[in-house]
């Protein structure tokens, strides 16, 4: 068995300064997307018209994370698709890239009936998947919108007026919680809070 040490140490003496290790027995994005597509595991099952898996690029150094699919979402299969959706764009747009280049998810896969909050159990059916995205897609930075991302990443129980654009580490990942774009659409007051948290985005994409 060879040393763990050793051989890092072997690799930098050969000039190989970066190393990634590839999961050895973890799905990859699309096999948990198939496993996803038919998931029952909670009653949002029988309900739903489609399962919103979350999109974009796979390698991405940004995630945004949401709260669940709202009824265009649900119709299309594909998140943050309406106003909500085109406002997020603008904030992506802000930070200097594409909504190509990042990945989009919520917390749960499936729309709760009526838009309702996501019930305990729900997240708790649901919360896997995502855990299992942030850990194959391997982001910089993790990007909550709104309360419910944000408290069911953290496991707190804490209002977004409090927490929003405040840095934290998720297992080992900066966060950084910002509004959700459908309360932004509600409350225009707070769209230069979200400018600014993307602007923080922004810079530590380049490293500063
Ligand atoms: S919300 Fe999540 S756990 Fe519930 S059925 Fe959809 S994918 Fe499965």
Not at 37 to 66: H, Q, Y
Not at 67 to 73: F, K, L, N, R, V
Request: proline fraction near 7%; include cysteine.
């Amino acid at each position: 068995m060879l040393d763990p040490k050793r051989f890092l140490t072997a690799l930098k003496n050969m000039g190989v300064d970066e190393y990634v290790f590839a999961a050895k027995d973890g799905p990859t994005l699309a096999e948990l997307k198939k496993t996803v597509l038919s998931c029952e595991r909670c009653p949002l099952a029988s309900t739903r018209k489609n399962v919103v898996f979350g999109e974009g690029d796979p390698k991405a150094a940004i995630v945004f994370v949401g709260e669940a699919p709202g009824e265009e979402e649900d119709n299309q299969g594909r998140p943050f698709v309406g106003r909500a959706g085109k406002l997020l764009d603008q904030l992506i747009e802000r930070i200097g890239i594409k909504r190509s280049d990042v990945f989009i998810c919520n917390v749960l896969k499936c729309r709760p009936p009526g838009n309702r909050d996501p019930e305990p159990r729900e997240v708790a059916s649901c919360k896997e998947y995502l855990l299992s995205q942030l850990d194959i897609i391997r982001p910089r930075i993790i990007c909550t919108l709104g309360r419910h991302a944000y408290n069911t990443l953290l496991e707190v129980d804490v209002p977004i007026t409090r927490i929003r654009g405040k840095m934290t580490v998720f297992r080992g990942t900066p966060l950084l919680p910002t509004y959700h774009p459908s309360y932004l659409l509600r409350s225009q007051n707070k769209i230069k809070d979200a400018w600014e948290d993307m602007e923080t985005l922004k810079e530590m994409l380049r490293g500063r």
